[in-house]
């Protein structure tokens, strides 16, 4: 009985941290480059009770294969499996100038936050002056993280400029006032990631990388150039959460979740019982 309880506990607590993640995915349905998190269930590991023999253990073991009854497999619960899925969003027309969409999966954008280099999905960026008495701008998210280069150097942009052109492989340049100035060109810092498992998400549409350990950085991601970049000018990726299927696994979710609080429930009850007889 007492088995029983522990093990509708243990599940309890697993559909908990289930129902949070899809809660989660739900509250940014509408947040532009949201990758949502998929949920999956595998099985804690079970006890193997035996009927009274005397027979081998190798010998019993083969029977119980084809014999089950010869023996009872208890399990302990279940465990929750989380990962984020990367597929593509949809692409969402804007027109604003800053606005920017990845149009491959896997292709992040350089950020830097605090001095710690994040990837983000999230393409929309803003100008930030600078304040430092030379009227320049700042390509920034808006969170105000600087956007960072193919060098993964801050962008800075002078304000002698009277438009901003970004073109399909990421080359950021401006069309100056006049004529006779040079625009300026940067290439925006855009890297594949080969291993996304690799991320962590670190809140506000960000990720980072976890701790590598020995393996190489460029077994993780690559740094894009030229043709391999996918940006569009004046869109945004959408959210890749589908409302639907979100809907029908917190239902079911949450089915689950009371049918082990019964469970708790009337092991309790039967308990109760117990102590009632003696």
Partial sequence: MLRSMITATNSMAQF????DKIGHNLA???TQGFKRTETTFSELVRQQFNTDTKEPVNELEDKLILNPELGIMQGSGAKLNSNV?????????TGRTLDIALTVPNQFLQIDVNGEINYTRDGALYLSPTNDGTNRFML??????????ENQDPIYLNDN??????????????VPNNE???PQIFE???????????????GNNLYGLKDLGNVPINDVLTFLDGADRAVQQGALEMSNVDLTKEMTDLMISQRSYQ???KTVTLGDQMLGLINGVR
């Fill in 188 to 202: 925006l810092g855009i890297v594949g990631l080969d291993r996304p498992q690799m991320l962590i998400e670190k």
């Fill in 28 to 30: 940014n349905v509408d």
């Fill in 180 to 182: 006779t100035e040079l």
């Fill in 16 to 19: 908990q941290k289930q129902l």
């Fill in 259 to 261: 049918m082990n609080a």
């Fill in 140 to 149: 920034a998210t808006a969170s105000g993280n600087r956007v960072l280069d």
């Fill in 161 to 174: 400029f009277k438009e901003i052109v970004i073109s399909k492989d990421g080359t950021l340049s401006t």
């Fill in 85 to 93: 899925v990367f597929t593509q969003g949809s692409v969402k027309q």
